[in-house]
Structures are given as structure tokens and as C-alpha cells.
């Protein structure tokens, strides 16, 4: 039996959903290469037509077994294309309704008030938040407590750091033990560094369920970027 296709490459407005993330990326005139970390044993990637996209952007066949693991085999794998200093904004393919408009606000925050600490788009908390007792997982978990919300934010992507730094953050914490990370900015937050949260748009959801390809095509036939 063949395995499942892969949540990238699920089709969303006529196009694989990683389509719409690359090109908002593509769009955005500050970003001079756009990088596609894909697994080595990716048959998909050469089904589908990217010409419209440009030239800018280049699969990368390095992807590993985590996020984490992908986007240290990105940055190993692009070393001898890009300065330490340069800046690195990772984004999530499973997030197709970014815009450039969101990427601009954090390149210009970013560079502009946290050039050493690199920054993330995110949203603060509007829901009330529960906790599951011990292993409570699914439909009938019981309440352990409720989590304060205030100070907690959503993390998104991209999440934009300078190459040099994000790739020490994730050597460092590959070392470790424990997995502490979930996002680029755990890593960095791991090496002493302080990200900041920059405000995002709710309309950059992540597509998690099947529910979410469908509001994600709403969300993109809103802004006018399908038919």
C-alpha cells in the first residue's frame, strides 16, 4: 500500500499547498533565494511546475527526520551560498495564506529593533486555556487546571535570525538530551538570545485538519490571490 501524500503537496486553489507560502516568499523584493527543504526520497517536487515562481528558488533534497533536523541540514546545505550575518526567515510549508505585506513588517521590525535577537511572527492568546491532566489526550480528557493567558503568544512563521546564529542555537541543542525544540526561536531562546514577537495576522493559520484547506481557500479567494 502507498503512503499517504505528503500535507505539502495536498492540493489547495488548483496548486500543492506549498505552492502559495513560496510564492508570497518569491514576492517579497528583500529576499534574494528562496530555499525548499525537501526529504531526499521527495518524488513529488518534480511533478509539479514552479516556473512561475522565478528563479529565485532552489530545492534543497536535505530534509530530516524533525523540523529541527531539516532546517539544520538547510542551513548546512546553503553555508557556501550565505554570510553568518545574513538573515534566515524559516517558514512552515504548512502555512499557505502568508503575505507579503506580513513578511515586510517583520524584516523592517526586526532589522530595525532587534537586529541581534532575530524575531518571529506571532499572536497573543485570545482563548482561555486548559491543561489535560496526565495524559489526557482527545475527546473526553478531563481539566487539570486552566493557564493563565496573559504574556502568552501563538508562535507562526517565518521566523527570521541571522545564519550564523540560528545555526550554532540548533548545533548546541541537537547536543542535548531533551527536546526543547519546537520552533526556531526555542533555539535560540535555548542560547541565551531574545526574540521578538512581532504581530501577525490570525489569516496566516496553520493547516492542521481537513477544515483548514478549506478556510484556507476562503482566506486566499478573499484577498483576491485565487479565482
Known sequence: MGSAQPKQYLPLAGQPLIW???RT???VARISRVFVVLSP???DWARHDWSALGPRLQPLFCGGATRADSVLNGLRAVANQVHAADWILVHDAARPCLTVAQVDELIDTVCQASPADGGLLALPVADTLKRAEAGGHGEGARIAETVPRAGLWQAQTP???RHGDLLRALLACQ???ENIVTDEASAMEALGFRPR???ADPG????TYPADQRLAEWILQQR???K
Open 20 to 22: 502559495h507560502g513560496l
Open 25 to 27: 516568499l518569491c514576492e
Open 41 to 43: 526520497q521527495d518524488d
Open 159 to 161: 521566523q527570521m535570525f
Open 175 to 177: 547536543q542535548r538530551s
Open 197 to 199: 514577537l512581532v504581530m
Open 204 to 207: 496566516n493559520l496553520k493547516v
Open 224 to 226: 483576491g490571490a485565487i
